[in-house]
């Protein structure tokens, strides 16, 4: 039977190499301290992009939109500098156009023109809903202060933007120690700020964003979390983070939300982004040059109002050349702004992925080692690779299965982890095979027919020392009636069921008649006999 175990000798192998190879897989996860790794990000990108080419993507939200600032803007401005007055003019046109929120994905550092810097800030004002954000230099996972300035611009951060939300488990935060801040005159005019830091992962592309980043003792949430937030009425002492898992923000009495909202958070508080499309097939864009000229034009203006109303408009510098763009799931190359505008529509539609926990991977892997070990007891070697087959290809439907459902598995570090312990127990049943096979070549290839040793090669627990008691018939005959007695029968019984043994005297010996099987001798008159 193909179900049929191994010898003991072969048993105790398995069972060795599982004692060895198994804990020893788990015991370098454990030391790491981690099971994802770039790899399994890297293949998971291709598992997004197919996810979301045959629409088992994040849904989008109706309400997002851009206001693009391209070549084409910069060609018409005449200048590759944004003018204040003609952003002024663009806050202006949004005043009547009613958004739910504008987001500035832009920092206005330095002064221009006291004319231009005024009516800029009085459309900010005018607008209402305004973000301006802040971006951090540089995040470090390290503890350090915060280098402050003098200016309002860090008064307003330090007194009103810094928030404490409830924290549960040990957070290891990425801390901002400097920041671009926006000129003071814009800041004060600003209705809220949030960080727009993102952070790379280590091999280069955008996949994370930190919803919160620590400023001293408090902290200072992304831009688009801070939009959400606002718009739906949640204060931040009812948010809840819960380090390494999720942050919730509740169905709060009197906000606009119907159920919580859980978003899955790293240790550090970063959430994979949930990207909706591709850049240019995400939300609907606008140029900015074309926004005013369409507002300009009252035949058009009722089109505008169609497309910004209610909507949250993220304003993003995607020319030519810009240093706020990278390497997304998605894309080769795209403008950053589509990061914070995904987080939002996340947010909007409460779609975000989870991840497999570190333990739950480890117990699947302690599965897999189990799995595998058992099948390598079974005699056929074809069920243990059959089983190898199985698994391997269970993992990559896995991995799809879960990424519909919007979790994440590691695939290529559970995939590792089962080639090493699957190839490891292979190898050592073919070496220990491999030598028991040399053993009994050489050690019966001088005494029996190749015939004999094969069958022993094929079946080495044959070697294992059995019988059984048995009635036998015995006749012994002298050699003068032998050959008489030879023509008048017909052995049809097994060698074990008759057996004859002619002799002339007791220290003759004369080999028996067997028709199947093999007797190992007769010695003298004892006429004992053996039979397989």
Known sequence: MIFKCKNRKLIKIVLLLEAVLLPSVLVFWVVLGRVWTSFDFQILDFFYAQAVQYGYGPPRSSQIAYITITDDTYAKFGIRLLDRMEMA???????????????????????????????????????????????????????????WGNRLAYERLRSEQLRKPREQGTAQPLYATRALMQFDAFAEAAFNTG???????????????????????????????????????????????????TMTIPAFPGSTLRRDVVIPIDAQGRVFVP????WGNDFPAMPMHKLLQL?????????????????????????TGIADAGQTPLDRYAPL????????????????????????????????????????????????YATGAIIFV???????????HFTLFPLVSVLNSFLVIFFGIVVGLEVAIAKDQAFI????????????????????????????????????????????????????????????????????????????????????????????
């Open 394 to 404: 269970g993992l990559l439907v896995l991995t799809g299965i879960e990424w519909v």
């Open 441 to 532: 070549r050489n050690a019966f290839t001088k005494y029996v027919s190749e015939k004999v040793v094969n069958e022993l090669l094929q079946h080495p627990e044959l070697l294992q020392l059995g019988g059984e008691e048995r009635v036998v018939s015995l006749l012994f005959s002298s050699r003068i009636q032998w050959p008489v007695f030879l023509s008048t029968i017909t052995v049809t019984s097994r060698a074990t069921d008759f057996i004859c043994a002619p002799r002339t005297s007791p220290s003759d010996f004369s080999p028996p008649i067997a028709r199947t099987g093999m007797v190992s001798g007769v010695r003298a008159s004892s006429a004992k006999s053996f039979a397989a």
């Open 89 to 147: 003019r663009v806050n202006e046109a949004l005043v009547q156009l009613r958004p739910a929120a504008v987001a500035y994905d832009l920092i206005f550092p330095l002064p221009t023109t006291p004319t231009a810097d005024q009516r800029f800030a009085d459309s900010i004002k005018q607008l209402g809903a305004v973000y301006l954000p802040i971006a951090p230099d540089d995040l470090t996972p390290t503890a350090q202060p915060c280098q």
């Open 195 to 245: 960080h727009i830091g993102a952070s790379q992962d280590a091999d280069g592309v955008f996949r994370h964003l930190p919803l919160l980043v620590k400023v001293d003792t408090a902290y200072l949430p992304s831009m688009s979390l801070s939009v959400f937030l606002d718009t739906v009425k949640v204060p931040w002492d009812a948010v809840t983070v819960h380090w390494g898992h």
């Open 275 to 278: 990207y909706a499309q591709k």
């Open 295 to 319: 507002f300009d034009d009252p035949d058009m203006r009722g089109n505008l109002q169609e497309f910004f109303e209610d909507k949250f408009v993220f304003v993003g510098d995607v020319s």
């Open 337 to 384: 702004v589509m990061m914070h505008a995904a987080l939002m529509n996340g947010l909007l539609t409460k779609t975000f992925y989870s991840q497999w926990s570190f333990w739950d991977v480890l117990a699947l892997v302690c599965l897999i080692g189990v799995l595998v070990g058992l099948a390598a007891m079974v005699q056929s070697s074809m069920v243990l």
